[in-house]
């Protein structure tokens, strides 16, 4: 399964050029309804695919800027000067997370919001490989991955 996300703007051919300069997105489609704006706009990220288009009056309604995208990256510190020497908001600086997670937050030229960081593997997944970042039966949330008292038995519910 593969997720995308979905962003409207007010200037989505602004956010074309944004996207490629400040991230390196590369364009894939670009449809223009009936008035020149455009309808529907997908650009790829790796393997990885993001679709937009002008905001407009339809069942989903105006969304511009109210979009949050989390990604992952090989290298924040980079994409990180990559953003800001493109404009891009500083929401987070470039923070060591004691998760493991090395990432930042910005926002985009109409307010979206975009996490970026290292991959790291989720909750499960270091319960199950007992992940180098991490020793066995201790997590970042203490008792997390001890398989005494089970998966997740001290996470507030």
């Not at 399964?1 to 409207?8: E, F, I, N």
Request: charged share 25%.
């Amino acid at each position: 399964m593969k997720l995308y996300p979905l962003l409207r703007y007010k200037d989505a051919r602004a956010a074309e050029r944004w996207l490629q300069e400040a991230f390196g997105f590369v364009p894939v489609a670009l449809h223009q309804d009936e008035s020149g704006n455009v309808a529907h706009a997908e650009m790829r990220w790796g393997s990885d695919l993001i679709m937009f288009g002008s905001a407009r009056e339809d069942r989903y309604r105006d969304r511009v800027g109210q979009g949050w995208v989390y990604a992952t990256c090989e290298d924040p510190d980079a994409l990180y000067a990559r953003a800001k020497a493109a404009g891009a908001e500083v929401t987070m600086e470039l923070t060591d997370q004691d998760y493991g997670s090395r990432e930042f937050a910005v926002r985009d030229l109409e307010g979206n919001n975009c996490s970026l960081g290292t991959e790291v593997l989720t909750w499960a997944q270091r319960a199950l490989t007992a992940s180098p970042h991490h020793a066995p039966g201790r997590s970042w949330r203490e008792g997390f991955l001890c398989p005494a008292r089970g998966l997740g038995s001290d996470v507030a519910r």
